[in-house]
């Protein structure tokens, strides 16, 4: 794919003391933490570099997007740790912050009749209506009488995750201590003998395909003692490092989401305050939960999560997405509203179970694709952040005992701290708070509500398979409800289009059309084009990589096509699909989106994701 | 009381251009709404042919600088003249029209007579008695109308604010204004133009052809078919006497190795770092779902497009019409039914 | 008696060793939706100060023909003077430092487009003015002919007035070294073509358009090298006060741009065509 093992490729080669993968909020607690010890109030170093002797600690840290903030996600955070780094932080300095003022819980019914909800839940939808008036049942939905303690965030922030993420950067820019590196992306890790010393920058002036062309620059070697892994849950380094020296026993990503969501001026009519955060469940699909931020100036987050245990082969983010927003308990609040803004990221759902090596010689891992999120509460920011914290103040202690950043001192310094820190304590009430989901809907929620009530003491177990295993076809997903014959033709005639079949087919099995308004409600594309927020620099090789395109073009199902949130991928020739980095949002849908297992590493795709430049471009996700 | 000037440099034994009628008569316009008079000062080589040219227009005065050293666009020279002239006129507000020569020194002699300049001039008004223009901002995003305290005020005004001066030539009466020519270091030698089978750029053209990166991606067929685009496009560009702009995309795709429009340069591309053309009908083509941008849109009159989603940026409130269909196909037939038209 | 070969040899200057100085301001990023709003001094954008931002486009090129041409004249070296609020220079610089070399001289002011060209300029020669070193016989000044907020095309003609450079040149697409050391320099004009111009000598002062390079790409020792200077510059950077005396703005707005767009769906490609050709060719 690249040139990476082309040993005649003649790579410059610079060197540093710490180089960052990625700039996320592990990252950003990492540096925050880390910049502030490097220099003395004056200016003067406080801790000395051993690479470069007289200059203060050189600190890098590459990140493959645009520019720092644009990141995906409006979020709710308890902000414990971001709190602790910043002890008189006051919301109104960050864009978009808000303390949270209140809290929500939504059942929502199904006004429409096409979602498929099993007996149990069709029972209680009747039994709800029948009960309308005593429960408050209001515009469909059913608002729960109390926000359960686990999943509360009182005293915590709704943020604007590339707002917040600029105003780190900014922070730690402005240090004058480390330096901060977007347009970077890191194409692979350096591993020498037994351990990590360093990056390699992906390769610049090559075609779609990775072959150099006049302009070829190859990709720098950043060499540099210890290297911290940030690149998030579906970061290809994280995965390297992976291969390269394992997973613990018992250990798998095998539980995945896609997080898709507008940004929203709400209008003039809404009486939200800032600060709301509403929780939703049960509609469109009931695997598919929903949630809904404020922040100031009337605007708001919202969005769905769409999970690797939904079964559907023609499962997509954006459709449900808009079936979501016209839910009557959501529209109420946004009707006569303007679309501001879109964006999609896949989250990590096997939470502390997905927890990688956390160290080893030369190298650390943080955040999210450390396997951090608690999927108990479904918090992911303020832990990621923290690990970045917990690792700064390792290295701290390392440095100031000049002490080599081997596998054993990384394990003292940093993966011990971990261990006893909140961070990991509740990540282990919350290991198995979602086994249930895999039996069905139902048992997931039982199941995570005991898990959260016993404080991890009870859970419904239930074992995870890797996402190709447990997919159905399209016949089995829709028996009952389209015919076989007829889904055969409407995937023909979307073939024939170069488009996706599950807008067809969703229609086909009862959803209504959505018309356009040109405010809210917009097509897939207009989405993305919101402002021309997808950007795709040239001179770059495709990052996404179809490893036996001979076998896609056999796959019955390709629900690469159908998830893919920016519709970058599309029927190609001869049943490939192909890939069109224009629309590439980075979401990493792909990486567990592939009906197919790897015949060498059955938990895995047959799509592989690599680094690469552009994407997302939008500051206020 | 205002003091205005028109004041324009002239090509050797050239009348004015349609642009400088146009900026004259805005000029008329501006003195009549404050009720007072205006002055005409020329610069170049011969300006006295075009002087006799709007000798009927009403100026109070008609001053020159003439010298064959003020005969070529050049910075120090023309900055000098009209330095000269504005001085002589003790002009308060100094008009000129928009235009490669005028824009570059506006703002300079502005400087030197403390005054202030503003260029981009898309209107003038008087409010209160006070004179106000628009211009816009941020890349024609946002409209914004301004007075300024500073005298004088010096303009450089577009075309489209006022129909073309039309009058009998006559003889004016031309004052001569010394003016020293400068030392200067720099000089003309030359003008460079595109070979002429490539010349697309036509300013004064009244249709604007813009392409989209559509038109070199796979088409419903599957096939890709840039050599058919170009013969089309440069067939319609002929045809029609359309001048030619381009979508960003389809301007950088030549950086990608992918097959491209040979005759695309970036002097094509219209909107964010690309021209902000004046056309009265604009065709955009397989605008491939890029947003259209209608900064570079926003002089273009009637809008139409041809694009094969018919949910595409065009369809909603930025073109008049919008045609859902394969431009292949309807350009092929236009081009077969103009050559029909006019025989070519 | 002695014969003497008598060699002629072109005489050709030595490698002219440049001082560019590149001027050039912060814009945001045109991607992002801009509104106007009134603010406390004048109109300016809303949530600005959450708009990422660019360095201008016009300016950027003038900065990489800048470094391009003290490439291929070594010994010659560039400065960018940087005009807008530091906390989105620092933004800026980001992207930008991995370029090309530079040494950045940073000013710490509105860089909005409603603030006058006039008082930028001054500030902006001023800065020039106090780079140490700075030797006319070898002074260029470049930058974008016009910027994408303000878009007047005005700032650095009055930077080369207050500096007394009368070369100037607008709308620039190429620079040439002749070999006796003269520049040969193309602007645009109208009609798609390009006057040629040559200056003997600098000073000289050229507004850029597009040029004729491509964007250089990321090269993390140059921005590692750049840095070492660039981070002290904007910890020092000066504040500089810049605003819109003497503009009274009426009003500022979003021009209003929804049509009744009639969107034709079911017409034979040959219809269509008939009804476009009809358009064009009715005045």
């Not at chain 2, 073309?164 to 031309?174: E, I, K, M, T, Y």
């Not at chain 2, 038109?215 to 840039?226: A, L, N, S």
Request: glycine share 10%.
């Amino acid at each position: 794919m690249t040139n990476v093992d082309d040993p005649a490729i003649e790579r410059p080669r610079m060197d540093a003391d710490v180089v960052c993968v990625g700039f996320g909020p592990a990252s950003g607690g990492f540096l925050t933490t880390l910049s502030r010890a490097i220099l003395n109030e004056d200016g003067s170093t406080a801790i000395e570099s051993p690479s470069a002797p007289g200059l203060p600690l050189q600190v890098l840290c590459y990140e493959r997007a645009d520019d720092l903030g644009f990141g995906v996600s409006g979020v709710v955070t308890r902000a414990r740790g971001i709190r602790e780094s910043f002890p008189d932080l006051d919301p109104a300095q960050i864009p978009m912050a808000a303390p949270v003022s209140d809290e929500k819980f939504l059942y929502l019914l199904d006004p429409v009749g096409a979602s498929c909800r099993p007996a149990l839940m069709r029972v209680a939808d009747v039994a709800i209506r029948a009960m309308g008036g005593v429960l408050g049942v209001r515009d469909d939905a059913m608002e729960l009488p109390w926000t359960p303690d686990f999943l509360a965030k009182h005293g915590g922030l709704v943020l604007s995750i590339g707002q917040f993420n600029q105003w780190v950067g900014q922070q730690v820019m402005g240090s004058g201590a480390v330096q901060i590196w977007p347009a970077s992306p890191v194409g692979d890790v350096l591993v020498e003998k037994d351990g990590v010393v360093g990056v390699r920058l992906v390769d610049q002036g090559v075609t779609k395909d990775g072959k150099p062309t006049e302009g070829f620059t190859p990709g720098m070697d950043v060499h540099a003692a210890l290297t911290v892994v940030a690149d998030g849950p579906v970061g290809p380094i994280g995965r390297q490092l992976d291969k390269a020296f394992g997973i613990p026993d018992g250990h798998h990503t095998r539980d995945w989401a896609i997080g898709m969501k507008f940004v929203v001026d709400l209008p003039e009519s809404c009486e939200l305050e800032p600060g709301t955060v509403i929780h939703t469940l049960g509609y469109p699909e009931p695997e598919i939960f929903g949630f809904f931020y404020v922040h100031p100036d009337r605007v708001a987050s919202m969005g769905i999560f769409v999970p690797s245990w939904f079964d559907s082969p023609a499962r997509n983010a954006y459709k449900y997405l808009q079936h979501w927003m016209l839910h009557p308990a959501i529209w109420r609040h946004v009707k006569g509203g303007r679309l501001r803004s879109w964006g999609a990221k896949t989250l990590q759902e096997s939470g502390r179970r997905g927890e990688p090596r956390l160290a080893g010689k030369g190298f650390a891992r943080i955040g999210e694709g450390s396997g951090s999120t608690n999927v108990l509460t479904n918090s992911g920011v303020d832990e990621a952040w923290t690990t970045g914290v917990m690792l700064a103040e390792g290295v701290l202690e390392l440095l100031k005992n000049k002490q080599p950043f081997t596998a054993e001192n990384l394990e003292a310094a940093y993966v011990n701290r971990r261990r006893k820190s909140w961070v990991d304590k509740e990540g282990r009430v919350a290991e198995r708070a979602r086994d249930g989901f895999q039996r069905g809907i139902i048992p997931g929620l039982i199941g995570m509500m005991a898990t959260g009530l016993t404080k991890g003491f009870l859970s419904l177990p239930g074992k995870s398979v890797p996402p190709h295993r447990r997919v159905p076809t399209f016949e089995e997903y829709y028996r009952g409800r389209i015919t076989p014959e007829e889904i055969q033709a409407i995937r023909k005639e979307s073939d024939a289009k170069g488009i996706s079949s599950h807008a067809a087919l969703m229609e086909r099995a009862g959803w209504p059309a959505i018309s356009f308004d040109g405010e809210l409600l917009v097509s897939h594309q207009d989405a993305l084009l919101l402002g021309g927020k997808v950007q795709a620099p040239d001179g770059y090789a495709d990052h996404v990589e179809f490893i036996y395109p001979r076998d896609c073009e056999s796959c019955g199902s390709k629900i690469c096509i159908e998830m893919c949130s920016g519709q970058a991928i599309f029927p190609g020739e001869n049943g490939r699909p192909s890939f069109d980095r224009e629309k590439c949002v980075y979401c990493g849908a792909c990486l567990w989106n592939c009906s197919k297992g790897n015949p060498k590493d059955s938990e895995k795709g047959l799509i592989e994701f690599h680094a690469g430049a552009g994407g997302l471009h939008s500051a206020e996700n | 009381m205002e003091t205005i000037l028109f004041l324009t440099p002239t090509e050797a034994g050239s009348p004015l251009s349609k642009n400088a009628l146009e900026a004259l008569a805005t000029t008329k316009q501006l003195a009549d709404s404050l009720g007072t008079t205006f002055s005409v000062a020329l610069w170049g080589d011969d300006p006295k042919a075009a002087a006799d040219g709007i000798a009927s227009c009403g100026a109070a005065k008609f001053l020159a600088v003439t010298g064959a050293e003020f005969a070529q666009p050049r910075y120090a020279t023309d900055a000098a003249a009209a330095e000269a002239l504005a001085r002589a006129a003790a002009a308060t507000i100094v008009i000129g029209p928009a235009g490669s020569r005028w824009n570059r020194v506006l703002a300079g002699v502005a400087h030197r007579l403390g005054g202030r300049a503003d260029s981009h001039v898309t209107g003038l008004s008087v409010s209160g008695g006070v004179p106000a223009i628009a211009r816009w901002y941020y890349r024609q995003r946002m409209e914004g109308i301004l007075s300024r305290a500073q005298r004088p005020w010096v303009l450089a005004v577009e075309s489209g604010i006022a129909p073309a001066w039309q009058g009998s030539p006559g003889s004016a009466a031309v004052e001569t204004v010394a003016c020293t020519p400068p030392a200067t270091r720099s000089r003309m030698s030359g003008i460079e133009s595109p070979p002429t089978d490539q010349q697309t750029i036509r300013p004064d053209a009244d249709l604007l052809f813009v392409t989209g990166a559509g038109w070199t991606k796979k088409q419903p067929d599957g096939q890709v078919k840039t050599p058919e685009a170009e013969k089309l496009i440069l067939g319609f560009l002929r045809l029609a006497r359309a001048s030619l702009g381009s979508s960003k995309s389809l301007v950088d795709l030549s950086g990608e190795g992918q097959a491209t429009l040979t005759f695309l340069t970036h002097m094509n591309q219209v909107g964010q770092t690309g021209s902000t053309p004046r056309h009265a009908k604009g065709l955009s083509t397989c605008c491939h779902g890029e947003e259209p941008h209608t900064v570079g849109w926003r002089f273009v009159g009637e809008r139409r497009a041809i694009s094969l989603d018919p949910n595409c940026g065009w369809s909603r409130g930025k073109a008049d019409v919008l045609y859902v269909a394969d431009a292949f196909a309807v350009i092929g037939k236009v081009n077969e039914l103009l050559a029909q038209k006019t025989g070519g | 008696m002695r014969v003497r070969a008598v060699c002629t040899r072109r005489k050709t200057k030595p490698m002219p060793e440049y001082q560019i100085v590149v001027c050039g301001s912060v814009v945001p990023d045109p991607l992002q939706t801009l509104e106007p709003v009134a603010g406390p001094t004048g109109p300016a954008l809303k949530n600005e100060m959450m708009l990422p931002a660019w360095l201008d486009p016009w300016a950027g090129h003038a900065l990489y023909e800048a470094a391009n041409l003290a490439a291929k004249n070594p010994g010659s070296k560039v400065w960018l003077v940087a005009l807008g609020p530091k906390a989105k220079l620092q933004q800026t610089m980001m992207t930008l430092a991995q370029k090309v070399p530079f040494e950045l001289v940073a000013l710490d002011g509105s860089a909005s487009g409603f603030t006058d060209a006039a008082e930028t300029a001054t500030a902006l020669a001023e800065a020039i003015q106090s780079i140490p070193g700075i030797d006319r016989s070898r002074l260029l000044v470049f930058g974008g002919w016009e910027s994408a907020s303000r878009g007047a095309g005005a700032t650095m003609q009055i930077v080369g007035e207050i500096l007394g450079i009368t070369d100037q040149f607008q709308g620039v697409d190429g620079i040439a070294v002749e070999p006796d050391g003269s520049l040969k320099i193309l602007e645009r004009i109208e009609g798609g073509r390009h006057q040629v111009s040559i200056c003997e000598a600098p000073p000289a002062l050229l507004g850029w358009a597009t040029g004729s390079l491509p964007e250089p790409r990321n090269n993390p020792q140059v921005g590692m090298a750049n840095m070492r200077t660039i981070m002290p510059a904007l910890q020092k950077a000066k504040p500089a006060k810049i605003g819109a005396e003497g503009i009274t703005y009426h009003s500022v707005s979003l021009p209003k741009q929804a049509r009744d767009t009639k969107v034709v769906k079911d017409l034979p490609p040959d219809q269509i065509a008939a009804e476009i050709v009809d358009w064009i060719t009715n005045k």
